[in-house]
């Protein structure tokens, strides 16, 4: 009896330890920040963007990492960015403080040119006029549907964003925003100069991205698919459901590549599993 007593106590405690580690473990990998670095070639990358870099910060939801943001900021410096592509949901709708997104902001301008476009959590933002002038205001480019023009090493690329389609319709029942988006994106690739780089806060829209002949997108919303699980991936993402076709790393389809981050903050669901908050940095290098 005392035998058996004794391994049921021994099961106990070792049950214990296990739960306590994967507490502890869940919530390190809630805060703990991680860089993942994506290099893409082709020859439609200009020989003169060959080694530019993009770093790609999505889903922030008004976290801060470190005091006032500094890891997130002294990590990004570290990347040595030519520039920062922030790709929606800056801040949530939720539980929104538009001064910790511009303090953000105004020293994230200093590390490199930041260009900026809207998440859904932007659309459903009262403050929003507030949050752009703000963003505005410290060197941020806002991109609302707008082409530009890219300079680097004397050599031109266009960089396009579009705003979040919850700004133009809150539903989808008809699946109208694939075509609302296509006729957003052939208007700004009339314009177009070489290579093309979209910031676009939907993943799930890729098809609509490949069909419009854009070369380059980088994406967030996902969240990763919140739960990550071995071999399989992210368990639930929004506008996806369940198992999502595009919850994080790189998709190409033809001549089409797509960044999608696993972002940083949280939002309804307050909590991430085997899924660390990243910063994305993409290489670009010419063949």
């Not at 910790?100 to 929003?128: C, D, M, R, W």
């Not at 539903?171 to 009339?190: G, R, W, Y």
């Not at 093309?196 to 980088?218: K, N």
Request: proline share 4%.
């Amino acid at each position: 009896m005392k035998k058996s007593h004794s391994k049921t106590h021994l099961l106990f405690y070792v049950l214990i330890t296990m739960l306590l580690a994967l507490i502890v473990w869940t919530i390190w990998g809630n805060t703990a920040l991680m860089a993942n670095s994506i290099t893409l070639s082709g020859n439609q990358i200009p020989s003169e963007f060959s080694g530019f870099r993009i770093a790609q910060i999505s889903d922030l939801h008004n976290a801060e990492f470190g005091e006032e943001n500094s890891n997130l900021l002294n990590s990004l410096s570290e990347s040595k960015p030519d520039m920062i592509a922030i790709t929606g949901d800056l801040v949530d709708a939720q539980h929104t403080n538009i001064d910790v997104a511009l303090s953000f902001a105004e020293k994230a301008v200093q590390i490199a040119p930041v260009y900026y476009v809207t998440g859904n959590h932007e659309a459903s933002l009262s403050q929003y006029s507030e949050l752009k002038t703000g963003l505005e205001a410290v060197g941020v480019i806002v991109l609302e549907d707008k082409a530009i023009q890219l300079e680097h090493n004397g050599c031109i690329v266009t960089l396009m964003g579009l705003s979040d389609p919850n700004f133009t319709i809150k539903s989808n029942i008809f699946d109208e925003v694939p075509a609302i988006i296509s006729t957003k994106l052939n208007d700004l690739m009339e314009d177009k100069a070489g290579y093309t780089i979209l910031l676009s806060h939907r993943p799930e829209l890729f098809d609509t991205y490949v069909s419009c002949g854009v070369d380059l997108v980088l994406s967030g919303h996902a969240h990763g698919g919140q739960f990550r699980l071995p071999l399989i991936g992210g368990l639930v993402a929004p506008n996806q459901g369940f198992f999502p076709r595009y919850d994080a790393g790189l998709y190409t389809n033809g001549g089409t590549n797509m960044v999608v981050s696993r972002g940083l903050g949280n939002s309804i669901i307050p909590l991430r599993f085997n899924n660390q908050p990243e910063i994305v940095l993409v290489e670009l290098t010419a063949d």
